[in-house]
C-alpha cells in the first residue's frame, strides 16, 4: 500500500518537475509573436525540439488523462448523459484531427491574439484529440462493469464520495486506462506533424518541435534528417516504453479484477529497478526528510479531505462539466462556420466527393486485407510460441508511434518508384495507420485463448491449418472485430496523412476524401469545402460503424464468446 | 514389448529464471487393458505426468516409451479428457466431436457417421446441434468423452475427469465410463486417468500409481485385484484407501 | 387436466441419486442423503422430485426409497435408459400438451417465442424460460424433442415419431 503511495507520489513529482520545465521553457520564447515563429532546421536544434515535442505531447496527455476519468465517470454514472454522451464521443472518435484544425485556429490562436502561446494550446488541444477519446471510452466501459458487490463492499466499509472514488472505483479502471495510454501515446507520437503545423489556407503557424522538424526534412527532400531525427523519435519512444509505459502495465496488473490467472506473470526490470530504488536506505531517508517538509502539507490535505469529501466530486464534475463546456465552445464555433457555408452556394467540387469516399473506402478495404495478412498470422505465431510475444510486442509499440509523413520519403520511393504510383503509397501510408491496432488486438485475443483448447488442439493432432481454422479465428474473432472497427477508425484518420503529401517541394496526392480535405485546408482554406468534406467524411464512418460494424460485433459476442 | 514403459523420467519446469522439479525419477509400465489411475497431492505433478505419457508435454531427463518407441512428439494413439472439458464454444455438439476426425483426414460422410456413433455410446443422441453453452456440467464431460473416443484411441487419458462435477453427477458419470469400459463399448481398453480422490482410483482402477508431493517422486504401484462392481461399503476397499492415504501422509 | 412444472435438474443428477440410493442399499434418509452428497436441501428435493416424477424413487415419511423401475434402469445400458426415461417423460402432462401443441404444427416445427407463449399458458407463474430450458434438454436426453440453437426452432424428434407427414 505504501508503496503503491509512493509510486503514485513520485509520478507526480515527476510531472511537477516537467511540468515546471514547460512553463520555464514556455517562458523563455513567450516575448516574440508566432507569425514569425522561427524554425530553425539545423540539427544541432534536435534535441531541444524533441524536448518542445514531449512537453507537448506530456500536456496533452495530462489533459487527456482528467478529461477522460471524468467524461467516462460522468457517463457511466449518471443514467440521463449516458446516451447522449457515448453518442458524442462516437462522433468526436470519426472526426479526423485536421477536422479540429478550425477549432484550434478559431479559438485558441484568435484567443491569444495570436501568440505563441496561443499556438502551443492549440498544437496541445490538437495532440489532446488524438489522445483523449478511446482512453475516455476505456474509462466508461471500466467503470460500467464495476462489479456491484465491489460498490457495495465499499458502502458496507462506510467507503463515500472521494474515497468511495479512490479506493473503489478509480482502481478498477488502471489496467484498461494504462493500456489505452499505451496507444493512445502512440497515437500522439503518430499525428505529431499534422499538431504541429496548424493551417489553415494561408494562415499557417508552425512551432518548433520534431513534428515539423520531420516535414520540413521531407518537403526539402533531407533525407539524411529525417533518418536523424526519426532515430532521435525511435529512442524516445523506446526509452519511454521501457521506464514509463512497461513498468505501469505490470503494475495496473494487480488492479485487475478478475480470480483466473492466466499465464506467467509479466515483468519489468525498471519496475523492478523502481522499487529497489524506493527501498534503498538513502531514499528512505529522502522519504523520512520529504515526510517532515510534507506532513503538514498532508494534514492539510487531509483535512480538505475530510471537509471536501464531496467538494473534491464535484471539482472532478466541474472540471468535467468546463471540458464540456470548451467542446461546446468549439462545437458552437463551428456551427458559425456552418451556417456560414451553408448560406453560400456550394462549390462545384463537391460533386467529387462521393467518388473521393469511394476511392478511399477501397484503398481502405486494400490496406485492411494487407494489414490482416501479415497481422493474423503473426498473431497466430504468437499464439503458438508465448515467448515471441517479448519480440513482438515492442516492435509493434514502436512502430505504432513513427508517424506516417515520416516515412514518405521511404514509401515515396517505395511506393513511387519501386511499385509505381502515389495509389500503392497511399496505401502503404494508409497501412501504417491500421495494421497496428489490428496487431495490438489480435495479440490481446491470443492471449486469452484457454490453454486447455490449445492443448486439447495439440492432442488430436489437428493440423496448422485446422488448428487455425478451427480454434484461432473463432478465438481471436472478437479482438479481430474490436481491432477492426479501431482500424479502420485509424485508417479513415490517416487518409488526410496518406492521400496528400509533400516531397522534395513536389506535391503527391491522389483522389480521395483524404485529399480532399488537405486541399481545402492547407491550399484553398475554403471553410465551405472545409465543413462539406469533414461532413460527408463523419457521415460516412458513423454509418459504416452503426450498420456493420456494430452488428458483427454483436454477432461475434454471442458466438465466439469464451466463458469458464 | 511393453504397451507404454516410462524410463527414469525427470521434469523440470522453467520459473523465474530457476528450475523447478516437477517429478523425479519416475519409471513404470503400462499393460494394455490395464485401468490406472495416478493419486498424490495437489500439485505433486500427475497432471504433468500424464501429458508426459501423451507426449503433449516431453521429459527433461529419462524416455517414455510408446510400444518400444520413445515419444517425440504428441502421441496420436492417445486422446485426453480433461478436467475443465476443454470444448470449442463456437462448435456444435457434433461439431466438437467431428474436429480430431476432421484433423484425421475422414471424408465428411465418415466423419458424421463415427461422430454419431460415439455420441450415442455416451448418451448424447439428441445434443447433436446443441452448443456448450446450453449443456450442463455432466453433459459437456461426455462430450469431452465422445470427442476423446471418436479417435479410435488405443490409450485414454483422463485428468481429473469428475472434479469439476458436482457430486451426483460424478456419481452417474463414473459409473457410465467404468459399465461402458467393461463390456467394451469405449473400443479402447487402456485407460490412465489422473484423481486427487483416493477411494475414486480404488473404486475404478486395476492398479493405482502413488505419488509424493512435489516434486513428485513414485511412492508405491499397488494392485487392485477386486471383484466389479466394486462396493463402497467394502471393507477391502476402505482397507486400500487408508493404506494409500497413509502413504501419501508420511 | 393439472400440469405439473418440470423440477430444474438435469438427467445426470437424477441417475446419480439412483446410484446413490442403490450404493445405499435402496433407501436414505433425505436430510442425511442432503449431507452426504453435499447438496442444498431444495436442490436435493428437486432432484428427488424429478426422480419420483419419472416413477424412480418413492418418498415415504421423509426417507427417499428406490423403485424397482429404478432398480431396472440403473441395470440397463445407456440406449434402453433414454428408452425408458422417454416413456416415463411423454407421459408427464406437460411433454403430453407440448407435443400435442407441435402436432397441430405444420411439420412439428414451432420457434422458441411460440412455445415460451404456449409454456407460460400452461404455467403462468413459472419462470418460463428456465422451464423452457429444463424442457429441451430432458426432450433432447429422451430424444423426444429436438431444439436447433441457430434457428431457434423446438421440433419432434424423428426418434420419438418417425414420419408422420
Not at chain 1, 478498477?172 to 500522439?188: F, T, V
Not at chain 1, 519501386?418 to 494508409?430: D, F, P, R
Not at chain 2, 448418451?123 to 455432466?138: H, I, K, M, Q, T
Request: glycine share 8%; hydrophobic share 50%; aromatic share 12%.
Amino acid at each position: 500500500m505504501a508503496k503503491q503511495f509512493l509510486l503514485r507520489r513520485s509520478v507526480f513529482i515527476l510531472a511537477f518537475f516537467i511540468l515546471a520545465g514547460l512553463i520555464y521553457a514556455l517562458g523563455q520564447d513567450l516575448s516574440f509573436p508566432t507569425d514569425i515563429i522561427h524554425l530553425d532546421t539545423a540539427v544541432s536544434q534536435l534535441p531541444r525540439y524533441a524536448v518542445y515535442s514531449l512537453m507537448r505531447m506530456f500536456l496533452a496527455y495530462l489533459l487527456s488523462f482528467f478529461f477522460s476519468i471524468a467524461y467516462g465517470y460522468i457517463a457511466a454514472t449518471s443514467p440521463k448523459a449516458e446516451g447522449p454522451m457515448v453518442a458524442f464521443l462516437d462522433v468526436l472518435q470519426s472526426i479526423p484531427i485536421l477536422g479540429f484544425f478550425p477549432v484550434a485556429v478559431i479559438f485558441f490562436v484568435s484567443l491569444f491574439n495570436g501568440s505563441r502561446i496561443g499556438v502551443e494550446v492549440a498544437s496541445i488541444f490538437l495532440i489532446f484529440t488524438s489522445m483523449s477519446w478511446n482512453m475516455a471510452f476505456s474509462v466508461y466501459e471500466s467503470f460500467k462493469t464495476v462489479p456491484s458487490d465491489l460498490v457495495d463492499a465499499a458502502g458496507a466499509l462506510g467507503l463515500s464520495g472521494w474515497h468511495c472514488f479512490s479506493k473503489a472505483l478509480f482502481p478498477i479502471c488502471i489496467p484498461r486506462l494504462i493500456y489505452s495510454s499505451m496507444i493512445s501515446w502512440a497515437g500522439g507520437w503518430y499525428f505529431l506533424i499534422a499538431a504541429e503545423i496548424i493551417a489553415i489556407g494561408p494562415v499557417k503557424h508552425e512551432l518548433p518541435g520534431l513534428g515539423s522538424f520531420l516535414i520540413h526534412s521531407t518537403e526539402n527532400g533531407q533525407v539524411d534528417r529525417t533518418i536523424l531525427a526519426l532515430l532521435l523519435l525511435v529512442g524516445m519512444i523506446i526509452l519511454f516504453n521501457l521506464f514509463v509505459w512497461q513498468p505501469l502495465g505490470v503494475w495496473s496488473e494487480k488492479f485487475r479484477y478478475e480470480f483466473s490467472v492466466s499465464g506467467p506473470p509479466r515483468h519489468s526490470f525498471s519496475l523492478l529497478w523502481y522499487r529497489k530504488i524506493l527501498a534503498t536506505t538513502q531514499f528512505r531517508a529522502l522519504r523520512k526528510l520529504s515526510f517532515f517538509t510534507l506532513s503538514p502539507l498532508k494534514k492539510t490535505i487531509t483535512l480538505f479531505q475530510r471537509f471536501g469529501g464531496k467538494m473534491t466530486i464535484i471539482v472532478i464534475k466541474g472540471m468535467g462539466v468546463l471540458c464540456l463546456v470548451a467542446i461546446f465552445y468549439a462545437v458552437s464555433s463551428h456551427l458559425i462556420v456552418f451556417v456560414e457555408g451553408f448560406s453560400k452556394p456550394f462549390p462545384i467540387e463537391i460533386r467529387n466527393i462521393p467518388i473521393a469516399i469511394g476511392a478511399s473506402f477501397l484503398r481502405l478495404v486494400v490496406a485492411y486485407i494487407l494489414a490482416l495478412s501479415w497481422t493474423l498470422p503473426v498473431a497466430y505465431w504468437v499464439g503458438q510460441s508465448p515467448p515471441a510475444l517479448k519480440v513482438v510486442t515492442p516492435i509493434a509499440e514502436i512502430g505504432a508511434a513513427i508517424p506516417a509523413p515520416a516515412l514518405f520519403p521511404f514509401i515515396i520511393l517505395f511506393g513511387i518508384h519501386v511499385m509505381g504510383g502515389m495509389n500503392a503509397a497511399a496505401i502503404l501510408l494508409i497501412l501504417t495507420g491500421m495494421q497496428w491496432y489490428l496487431l495490438f488486438n489480435l495479440l490481446g485475443g491470443v492471449q486469452n485463448i484457454p490453454a486447455d483448447l490449445k492443448e486439447v488442439a495439440r492432442s488430436l493432432g489437428l493440423s496448422r491449418w485446422h488448428a487455425f481454422r478451427r480454434l484461432f479465428l473463432p478465438a481471436v474473432f472478437p479482438a479481430l472485430i474490436t481491432g477492426s472497427i479501431t482500424a479502420w477508425g485509424g485508417g479513415w484518420n490517416a487518409l488526410i496523412v496518406s492521400e496528400y503529401l509533400i516531397y522534395r517541394h513536389e506535391i503527391h496526392s491522389v483522389t480521395g476524401i483524404g485529399a480532399m480535405l488537405d486541399q481545402a485546408i492547407y491550399e484553398s482554406g475554403d471553410a465551405q469545402m472545409i465543413l462539406i468534406t469533414l461532413l460527408s467524411m463523419i457521415l460516412t464512418i458513423t454509418l459504416l460503424n452503426r450498420f456493420f460494424w456494430r452488428k458483427l460485433y454483436v454477432y461475434a459476442l454471442g458466438h465466439f464468446k469464451i466463458e469458464y | 514389448m511393453n504397451f507404454i514403459e516410462v524410463q527414469k523420467v525427470f521434469k523440470f519446469f522453467q520459473q523465474d529464471r530457476v528450475l523447478m522439479p516437477v517429478l523425479k525419477e519416475i519409471s513404470f509400465k503400462v499393460h494394455e487393458g490395464e485401468f490406472i489411475a495416478l493419486v498424490g497431492p495437489s500439485g505433486c505433478g500427475k497432471s504433468t505426468l500424464l501429458r508426459l505419457l501423451t507426449g503433449l508435454v516431453l521429459p527433461t531427463e529419462g524416455s517414455v516409451l510408446y510400444k518400444g518407441k520413445s515419444l517425440t512428439s504428441v502421441n496420436l494413439d492417445s486422446a485426453m479428457v480433461f478436467q475443465s472439458f476443454a470444448l470449442f464454444p463456437w462448435l456444435t455438439v457434433m461439431g466438437n466431436v467431428e474436429v480430431g476426425l476432421e484433423a484425421r483426414g475422414l471424408s465428411e460422410e465418415m466423419r458424421h457417421k463415427r461422430a454419431a456413433e460415439f455420441i450415442d455410446k455416451v448418451g448424447l443422441d439428441g445434443f447433436e446441434e446443441a452448443y456448450p453453452r446450453e449443456l450442463s456440467g455432466g453433459m459437456k464431460q461426455r462430450v469431452g468423452l465422445a470427442r476423446a473416443l471418436a479417435v479410435e484411441p488405443k490409450l485414454l487419458c483422463m485428468d481429473e475427469p469428475f472434479s469439476a462435477l458436482d457430486p451426483l453427477t460424478s456419481l452417474a458419470l463414473r459409473e457410465e465410463v467404468l459399465m461402458m469400459w467393461e463390456d467394451h463399448t469405449m473400443a479402447v481398453n487402456t485407460i490412465i486417468m489422473v484423481t486427487h480422490m483416493i477411494e475414486e482410483a480404488v473404486l475404478m482402477a486395476d492398479r493405482v500409481l502413488v505419488l509424493s508431493p512435489r516434486p513428485g517422486t513414485f511412492l508405491a504401484d499397488i494392485k487392485i485385484d477386486l471383484p466389479r462392481p466394486r462396493d463402497k461399503k467394502d471393507v477391502r476397499v476402505n482397507e486400500i484407501s487408508d493404506q494409500i492415504f497413509s502413504l501419501m501422509a508420511r | 387436466m393439472k400440469i405439473e412444472p418440470l423440477p430444474q435438474v438435469t438427467a445426470s443428477k437424477v441417475i446419480g441419486l439412483l446410484e446413490f440410493l442403490n450404493d445405499q442399499e435402496g433407501k436414505e434418509d433425505i436430510y442425511k442423503l442432503a449431507e452426504l452428497v453435499r447438496y442444498e436441501v431444495g436442490e436435493l428435493l428437486s432432484v428427488i422430485k424429478m426422480g419420483e416424477m419419472l416413477g424412480f424413487a418413492e418418498t415415504p415419511n421423509g426417507d427417499v426409497v428406490l423403485l424397482d423401475l429404478g432398480k431396472k434402469f440403473l441395470k440397463c445400458k445407456m440406449g434402453k435408459r433414454k428408452l425408458l426415461i422417454r416413456e416415463r417423460l411423454s407421459k408427464l402432462n406437460l411433454f403430453q400438451s407440448l407435443i400435442n401443441f407441435l402436432k397441430t404444427s405444420e411439420n412439428g416445427h414451432l420457434n422458441r417465442e411460440a412455445i415460451l407463449d404456449e409454456l407460460s399458458r400452461y404455467l403462468p407463474h413459472e419462470d418460463v424460460e428456465c422451464l423452457f430450458k429444463t424442457v429441451v434438454s430432458w426432450g433432447r436426453f429422451a430424444e423426444l424433442l429436438g431444439y436447433n440453437p441457430d434457428t431457434e426452432v423446438l421440433y419432434l424428434d424423428e426418434e420419438a415419431f418417425p414420419q408422420e407427414k
